[in-house]
């Protein structure tokens, strides 16, 4: 019963901005931490960000910091990143994920949105 569906996926300009949204459903979303997670050809997976149940607490990747925002909107169970200044490197396909509780990693996955930074 886990859903996470992502959407805002497309083709951007170096450079550009693009907003990411993971809407969640099937389990008590503001007790979960969440995460974004993205994959590319060659450099297979990376962490990209986490953020705690209250959105008081942030990571990013060391590749990302200063650029992506890692955000949630518990009142409509969804989780947002917003990417600015991007750049070819970061494009992937970018996955959602659950957190399945204390010291138990990622549970679930959404099946991701691609994302292409090209000029």
């Known amino acids: 019963q886990v859903q996470l569906v992502e959407s805002g996926g497309g083709l951007v300009q170096p450079g550009g901005s693009l907003r990411l949204s993971c809407a969640a459903s099937g389990f008590t979303f503001i007790n979960s931490n969440m995460y974004w997670v993205r994959q590319s050809p060659g450099k297979g997976l990376e962490w990209v960000s986490s953020?705690?149940?209250?959105?008081?607490?942030?990571y990013y990747a060391d590749s990302v910091k200063g650029r992506f925002t890692i955000s949630r909107d518990n009142a409509k169970d969804t989780l947002i990143l917003q990417m600015n200044s991007l750049k070819s490197e970061d494009t992937a396909v970018y996955y959602c994920a659950k957190s399945g509780g204390r010291g138990h990693g990622m549970d679930y996955w959404g099946k991701g949105t691609l994302i292409t930074v090209s000029s």
């Open positions: 953020i705690d149940p209250a959105g008081s607490t942030t």
